[in-house]
Every structure is written in C-alpha cells, then in structure tokens.
C-alpha cells in the first residue's frame, strides 16, 4: 500500500476538489459554518451549486452527489426512493446529514438519513466534507457529512417543470419565492411516481417545502420545514427476491436566530424531526409480518463568535433528545420491536481560526466534549490548516477525533435473520488528511491522501456457525486512500472536463473469525470522467462516466448523459442513465435499473412586485 501510495503522490495527478463554482471560473467560495466562515477551501470540503445541478443527468440528490469522487450512494432504488450514504469508506451510519446546518440523522436506522423533506428544486447549494467533522457538528459526523442548505432567493421567482420516461416515470414540480417589505418567502411541491423496471419496484414520492426569511440590521430570523412521503415496493432492499413494501413520512421543523452585536454573533437555533416508518414483509399479506417505527427528535443550539486581532474564536452548546416507539404485527398480534427508547444529548464545542503570515496560513485548532444521558462523557480534538505557499499552490490537512453511537436498530432490533445487541459501545476513530492544491484561472488538480484508524467500530456480522446477523464491535479498522481530481474549463466547445479518482484500502485488524456484512463492502477504486459540451443553437451535452470497484461485489461501469436546450425561460432536456445497459447491485439485494430515459422541460421567471 505505502509503495502504491508514494507512487502516485508523485505522478502529479491530483485531486480533492470538485465541483467548487457555478461558473467557468474558479473564484473563490466562502462556506458560513455554524461558528466560523471557511475562506481558504483547500481540502476535503467541496461545494456543489445548484446552478449546475441541471447541466447533469440526474433525478435525485442521490444521483447529483454520486457525481463526486468519494461519495459512494448506494441506492436500493432510484430517483432517491432509499439511498445509503457512504463516505471514504465508512458505513451508511457515518454520515451526519444536514439542513442549513441542522441534523437529520435518523436514530432508529441510517438507512432513513436520506429521507429528505423536501424536493431537490429547493436547493441551492450542498457542502460536502468527505472527512470527519465531529469538532464542528459533533457525534455522527464520523466520516463526513452533508450539508443541504435553502435559502430564499433575492428575486421574485415562480419556476417548474414536468418529467417523464420509461416505466411509466413522470414528476411535476412548482415553485415560488417573493418577498414583501423585509420579509421573504420560498415554498416549493413536487410529485414523483414510476410503474417501476421490474416486478415491485414501483414507487410514488410527494415533497413540500417551506422557508421564510427576515432580515433587519444585524438581525436575520429563517423559519424552514418540509414534508415528504414515500410509499414505494422494496424488492430486495433486505431480502432477496422479495414482496416487501415500505412507507416513509418525514417532517422537519427548523429556526435560526442570528444576531450581531460589534465583534460578536450570536446564532440560537432549534429544530424538530418527525420520521414513520411502516415496513410490510409480504405485500399482498401485511397481517403475516409488518414493522412500525416512529421517531421524534428535538434539540437546540446555541453558537457565538468573537472577532479580534488575534483571529475568530467560536463555541457552542447543543441540546438534543432522540425518541423511538417500535412495533411488530405478526398474525395481528402486537408485540414490541426496537421498544419504548429515548437518549439525550449534550455538547459543548470550541474553536479558534488563527491567521498569520499575511493571510497565507491558517490554523483552526479546537474540540468538541459530548455527555450522553448525563453520564458517559467524551472528548474529541481536532485542528485542521491550510498554507498558500504562493498564489497558485495551497497545501492543507487536518487531524480530527471522531465517534458515532449505535442506532436503535443496532442495539435493539429482532428479525428472522437479524438479531441487534444491547452490548454496544459507540465507535471511535482518529482520522487525518494531507494534500496540495495547483490552481489557475481555468483549471486546478490536487492530491490528498487520508487516514483512519477505528476501534470498536460497529458491523453486522455472524460466525460460520451462526443463522443470525448481530451487530458487533470490530477490535480495530485501518483504512488509507487517495482523492483525486483534475478540473479544466474553457469558453469554447469543450466546456468542462473533469477527473476524479479514488482509491481506498481499507484492513480489519486483529478480528475474531466471522463473516462481515458491511465493513468491506466499501469501494476500491472509483473513477468518475465528465464531459460538457457547448454545442450550436444553446444545446449543451453533459456525459459521466463512472467505474466502481468494490471489495465484495461486482465491478460495473456506468454512463450517463444530458441534452440540454435553453431558451430565455425555457430549458428543455433528455436524459439517459446507465447506457450501456449494465446489471448491477449497489446495496442490499436490490437490482438497479438498466438504461432509462427521460425527457422533460423547465421553465424559471422573474417578476416584479
């Protein structure tokens, strides 16, 4: 590994950057964090806007974000019917998932992380830290995390568009966003439905989403919450060949204070989730064998910043309650599943941004402390640093301390073939990061090469001997990789072109022997090429090309492609996924579609008061 590793640092080939702008121009982006404003992004924290969103073909966040190198979506059903998120390697309980900053993980399983309230209209841009991020959003923030974040745009807008495609794919959606006096309003709905490619893998999906928006001085209040429903046949999700059926009802309720005071900022902020899940084993006989799961959790932060010469110091306190009730019906007779639970949260975080040598290094040092139900008590370090050792080169790492506690379904769940444990202790991680950055007006490449060192991480797993899948603690993981990447734009017929590589060598130490479920179903190796075109006549050819390798599994190769006509108002598009018409799994059992097409029209108008 160490050979392989040192001969590609020295190729020159790079990359940990993708996708950073919405133009042909590489500028500067500055990411606003809880706490502290990002300027210098020279690492693992990627920015994708929105504004190029429609330049891909894509029918889901999910399709959108496993664009990225790193990033592997492992969806059991398309247009983002259920997708398991995975980052560097880790696990579909590793990433922590945002909105505008505030959590949605869910705590009976992460297989619902993804279980977004609201469509993807509504977006306006996604950061991503392919790294993990427990010094600034705490536990479960293992291997990364997501941040989607709204807004309500400066102009009045109405915008929609219709869809529609093979297996009897069609989706509406319509939008509006205005603002009166200081007050500004975005709300957005959106309906999906398929026949499905196969048998039982039809679908229907409904999404509503609301954010409102006031601003006065120094003050600014966001008021934002959204609505989705799924109802949707899950062949093969978690057995093979199977009827199962499942419906998921997910809302959100979040607010955000911000107020600034001379060289304070004080933000205050609370949100709530609501999440139902209705599991039915056999479709046609829901009586045989059906879970209930219902989630409430709630929680409040409070962040200050203080600027003065010596740079930005930011702290916090985080508040949160996780609460299940869980049933099965097995022959009408009502038992209890994952049970009664509840757990509370608490957090204290502190950072400070150092500044030296005429802007070019920073040091952010800083730590995160975490009390779970008012004894177990942890601490987690971290510092990251960038130095732009001249205008075009930008070296950067980071060192971080991270944990992610079992879900519900980890320590309590009972099944036919799955059996949880109560035993559980949280996983705990060391994570680092190396790299450097080559950028210029039109292109830049870098390099990154990162690090974990796990313990107690938790897998599901069964000895030789054994009928039953049971979460255990795995004594010790070591994972190395590289991400790579290379972005070239120009105004002429080749628009965009794009690279991205990564490689991941992931090792269970020192285990007891037993077969593993998920803790080396990672990728190996993934490389991702993108294509944009500038054509006659405003058409615009986008096409990726994806090969995925993993460590179990079959390697597959995926190509895309969108067909893009724009006029004033007015965008037009044809879609084509998987063209080479590849049989492939990504999780579960689940079959993926083969090659599907669509085709649809946008339109999007300004107008005055």
Avoid: C
């Avoid at 399983?109 to 010094?135: C, D, Q």
């Avoid at 869980?326 to 950072?351: D, T």
């Avoid at 994570?431 to 313990?455: D, M, P, Q, T």
């Avoid at 190509?559 to 018409?581: C, E, G, H, P, Q």
């Amino acid at each position: 590994m160490k050979k392989f590793v040192k001969t590609l640092i020295f190729t020159g080939v790079s990359g940990a950057l993708l996708a950073q702008t919405d133009s042909n121009n590489l500028q500067p982006v500055v990411i606003k964090e809880n706490r502290l404003e990002v300027k210098n992004i020279a690492n693992s924290l990627l920015v994708l806007k929105a504004a190029n969103f429609n330049l891909q073909a894509h029918k889901s966040v999910a399709d959108v974000l496993g664009q990225v190198s790193g990033m592997d979506m492992r969806q059991r059903g398309p247009v983002g019917v259920q997708t398991d998120v995975s980052i560097r390697g880790g696990s579909f309980d590793q990433t922590q998932i945002l909105w505008n900053g505030l959590k949605l993980n869910d705590a009976q399983t992460g297989h619902h992380n993804m279980n977004l309230p609201f469509p993807t209209e509504a977006i306006e841009n996604i950061v991503i830290s392919k790294n993990s991020a427990a010094r600034k959003y705490g536990l479960n923030a293992y291997s990364g995390y997501i941040n989607l974040v709204t807004q309500v745009p400066k102009q009045n807008i109405v915008y929609g568009g219709f869809m529609a495609g093979d297996y009897g794919l069609w989706a509406a959606h319509l939008g509006v966003s205005f603002r009166r006096n200081k007050w500004g309003h975005h709300i957005s709905f959106k309906n999906t439905e398929s026949n499905g490619y196969t048998t039982n893998t039809d679908f229907k999906t409904k999404e509503i989403f609301y954010q409102t928006e006031y601003k006065k001085g120094n003050y600014q209040l966001d008021i934002f919450g959204g609505y989705a429903e799924r109802a949707f046949s899950a062949r093969g999700f978690y057995v093979p060949n199977s009827t199962e059926f499942e419906t998921t009802k997910s809302g959100f309720v979040g607010v955000k204070n911000k107020y600034k005071v001379g060289n304070f900022t004080f933000l205050a902020q609370g949100y709530y989730r609501n999440h139902d899940d209705n599991y039915i084993y056999l479709r046609a006989n829901p009586s045989a064998f059906t879970n209930q799961h219902y989630t409430n959790t709630y929680g409040t932060e409070l962040h200050a910043t203080y600027s003065s010469k010596l740079g930005i110091t930011g702290l916090g306190f985080e508040w949160r309650q996780e609460n299940l009730n869980s049933y099965n019906y097995s022959g009408n007779v009502r038992k209890a599943q994952l049970g009664n639970r509840s757990r509370q949260i608490n957090g204290f975080f502190v950072e400070h941004q150092f500044v030296f040598y005429k802007n070019q290094i920073t040091v952010t040092p800083g730590f995160y402390t975490n009390l779970l139900n008012g004894s177990s008590f942890d601490l987690f370090p971290g510092f990251d640093f960038t130095y732009k050792a001249m205008r075009i080169i930008t070296f950067f790492g980071s060192v971080d301390k991270a944990m992610r506690l079992p879900t519900y379904t980890d320590l309590f769940y009972s099944g036919s073939t799955n059996i949880g444990n109560a035993q559980l202790v949280a996983e705990q991680s060391i994570n680092s990061e190396i790299g450097v950055e080559y950028k210029r007006n039109n292109y830049n490449l870098a390099i990154s090469y990162f690090n974990k060192n796990s313990n107690n991480t938790i897998d599901w797993a069964k000895q030789a001997d054994s009928l039953k899948w049971q979460p255990l603690n795995i004594n010790h993981v070591q994972t190395d990789g590289l991400d790579m990447a290379f972005n070239y734009f120009t105004k002429g017929i080749l628009n965009k072109f794009s690279i991205g590589y990564t490689y991941i060598d992931m090792q269970l130490v020192n285990t007891e022997n037993y077969k593993s479920r998920y803790a080396l179903s990672n990728l190996k190796h993934q490389l991702i090429i993108s294509v944009s075109l500038k054509l006659p006549y405003q058409f615009l050819l986008t096409t990726s090309f994806r090969h995925i390798e993993r460590v179990v599994l079959v390697d597959y190769q995926l190509l895309d492609a969108r067909l893009n006509w724009r006029y004033k108002a007015l965008t037009a598009f044809v879609d084509v996924s998987n063209i080479l018409d590849k049989k492939y799994l990504e999780a579960g059992y689940a079959p993926m579609p083969g090659t599907w097409s669509s085709a649809g029209i946008q339109f999007k108008i300004n107008y005055k008061k």
